[in-house]
């Protein structure tokens, strides 16, 4: 089972989410479209979180109102910077056919370099191969932007792409779902994404081993592969969480001990991107 927290705040529920191996923590909007009080940017918090924690998933929500170079560029930083472990919710903020452009654009832009296009050869004085760097020449019905991108390649290949299951489209790793949407999330949608249910929990009164059985029942009858939880107040639903809800589910056997090994998304069990642009001759 994946599981992953979402987070209102800056606080100490990342620190806790990874001391008990959840997934990763999402900060920005949801499938809702709700937002956290904090009012800052997700990605800004995102780069706080990476200073407080170290094997845990960040995924940030970055909006398609930001310009595509700048999104890209964004997050290829934050996925150098956080050694591979950034994720994306890719929210859209008006047209369906702008948005679905968007996203393509940012997708070859993180593309526009090769894995081994960096060769810092200092006795040829040769800083990348040049053939493995491209520019996208992307002209387009709302965005021209020819590229390449000013950042390489980041560690995952590209950052792990989570889309909401009313917009997403073939390149998506995880598809969102609310909770009581799970007929929305036949395989037929995205069939190599991860399907994830969002669930808001109350557990002030406790119950964490009645929310242990309700994602359990869930998953076993192959509705979802894991859940994104919301807490109705993170001060107190998270420490409840990982005391009472999560055990519960390990002792099941459906919620991990410790991290494997590897980036992201490897440890999501997710096949590392191919390149579109690999072996394509020149800029």
Same mark, same amino acid.
């Given at each position: ?13 990342? @620190? ?5 191996? @959840? ?16 009012? %800052? ?7 706080? =979180?990476?200073?407080?924690? #170290? ?14 170079? #700048? ?9 150098? =910077? ?14 369906? &056919? ?24 200092? %006795? ?19 965005? !021209? ?19 909401? $299951? %009313? ?7 995880? $598809? ?12 037929? =949608?995205?069939? !190599? ?26 998953? =076993? ?8 939880? !919301?807490? &109705? #107040?993170? %001060? ?21 001990? &410790? ?6 998304? !490897?440890?999501?069990?997710? $096949?590392?991107?191919? #390149? ?8």
């Amino acid at each position: 089972m994946i599981l992953g927290l979402r987070l209102d705040g800056l606080g100490d529920g990342a @620190v806790l989410a990874e001391q008990a191996a @959840v997934d990763f923590v999402l900060l920005g909007e949801t499938a809702g479209g709700a937002r956290g009080p904090v009012g %800052a940017d997700p990605l800004s918090v995102a780069a706080f =979180l990476m200073a407080t924690t #170290n094997r845990i998933g960040l995924v940030a929500c970055v909006s398609d109102d930001w310009a595509p170079f #700048n999104v890209a560029r964004a997050v290829a930083s934050f996925d150098v =910077l956080s050694a591979g472990r950034c994720g994306w919710l890719a929210s859209s903020a008006g047209d369906a &056919a702008r948005s679905a452009e968007h996203l393509d654009v940012v997708l070859q832009l993180l593309d526009s370099w090769e894995d081994d296009a960096l060769v810092f050869d200092k %006795a040829t004085s040769v800083f990348a191969d040049r053939t493995k760097v491209h520019r996208i020449r992307h002209s387009g019905t709302f965005y !021209t932007v020819d590229g390449p991108l000013n950042a390489p390649r980041s560690p995952q290949g590209r950052p792990v792409l989570i889309q909401p $299951v %009313a917009s997403a489209g073939a390149e998506a790793d995880i $598809v969102l779902s609310d909770f009581d949407d799970l007929d929305r999330m036949s395989r037929d =949608l995205v069939p !190599t994404a991860i399907r994830l249910a969002e669930v808001p929990f109350d557990l002030g009164a406790g119950h964490g081993a009645a929310l242990a059985d309700r994602l359990s029942a869930a998953y =076993l009858a192959g509705g979802c592969e894991g859940f994104l939880l !919301t807490p &109705a #107040n993170a %001060a107190t639903d998270i420490p409840l969480l990982v005391d009472q809800g999560l055990p519960a589910l390990r002792a099941r056997g459906l919620m991990q001990t &410790a991290y494997g090994g590897g980036d992201f998304r !490897t440890r999501l069990g997710l $096949v590392r991107p191919a #390149n579109r642009f690999a072996g394509v001759v020149g800029p």
